[in-house]
């Protein structure tokens, strides 16, 4: 099953922190900024390890930053 990160939850609870760029979530969570874009773009896929960085930081649920499985687009070839 294919899941993409919800960036605009990520994003929501970013925001909150004072996080408002891309930079500022990577330093937080340890995701490099390149991983957040590819990730953004739909262009990867998060690995688990990505996910649990990223929800730690966030302090939310992994389930909160992936998309529904219907709701995910097929990775770029």
Known sequence: MTHRLNIANLREVAIK?????????????????????????????????TLMKLAASYRVMVEYLVCEPEQALPLAA
């Open 17 to 49: 922190l004072g996080d408002k760029s891309d930079y500022s979530i990577a330093k937080r969570s340890g995701v490099s900024r390149a991983t957040l874009s590819r990730l953004a773009s739909g262009q990867a896929e998060p690995s688990i390890g």
